[in-house]
């Protein structure tokens, strides 16, 4: 069973469209993230919610906006995609928000923008 | 404000020699520390953790770190390079200082190349 699932895996879309990347785990935690690996490989923290509340909210265009419909998912829909906004996106959670607590990550989803 | 750094992003091995990825950190409260690999086109697997317990962190496929605090380093180790150990290695510090939000803070990475 896959703990952290994102779908989809693959996404290449033009400028100007709006999309979504979809964040799913079952190992019952309570803590879920986004981040962002940009085409050095650097990771970025975006967002992060605990039990459906936003915790953390960087720097990030107001085009991006995070939902946690429950404690198991967190999707993130991005409006009027850019160029610059072409990077693998990387959901992961961890038990609760504590910062000792590990994080598990998805396997990434791969964003193109054209 | 916490940091992390990572000396030399791309260290390159033999096969069988010894493994060392250099990560400091800068935190104002005592830090949690962690080692993550990256496979090619996979997400991030943890391989260890240092949450004060022990300053000798055992982890996954023979890794170990060593957390001292008088030089701020967590540095990662391995006896002997495999082939299949060839990735891309994060450090990453977390604390408490800003509430509990886990959020973590990453190095730049360090690519990890095994010659045969």
């Known amino acids: 069973d896959t703990a952290v699932s994102q779908t989809p895996k693959y996404l290449v879309t033009q400028m100007g469209n709006d999309k979504s990347i979809k964040c799913e785990q079952n190992l019952g935690h309570d803590t879920m993230y986004w981040y962002k690996q940009d085409s050095k490989k650097f990771l970025k923290i975006m967002f992060s919610?605990?039990?459906?509340?936003?915790?953390i909210n960087e720097t990030v265009p107001n085009r991006f906006s995070p939902k946690s419909p429950d404690k198991a998912h967190l999707n993130l829909h991005i409006n009027s995609l850019e160029l610059g906004d072409s990077a693998v996106y990387f959901c992961?959670?961890?038990?609760?928000?504590?910062?000792?607590?590990?994080?598990?990550f998805g396997p990434g989803t791969r964003l193109t923008v054209t | 404000a916490q940091s992390v750094t990572q000396l030399g992003s791309h260290v390159s091995v033999s096969e069988g020699a010894l493994v060392l990825l250099r990560c400091n950190y800068s935190?104002?409260?005592?830090?949690?520390l962690f080692w993550y690999v990256q496979y090619p086109n996979q997400g991030l697997q943890l391989l260890l953790k240092y949450t004060s317990a022990a300053t000798l962190v055992k982890g996954i496929n023979g890794f170990e770190a060593e957390f001292k605090k008088s030089e701020t380093s967590f540095h990662l180790t391995k006896p002997s390079a495999h082939m299949s150990d060839a990735a891309e290695y994060f450090c990453a510090v977390s604390d408490e200082g800003s509430g509990n939000t886990g959020k973590l803070i990453f190095g730049q990475g360090t690519t990890l190349q095994v010659k045969p």
């Open positions: 992961a959670s961890s038990q609760d928000s504590r910062a000792s607590y590990e994080q598990y």
């Open positions: 919610y605990n039990n459906k509340e936003l915790i």
């Open positions: 935190s104002s409260v005592p830090p949690y």
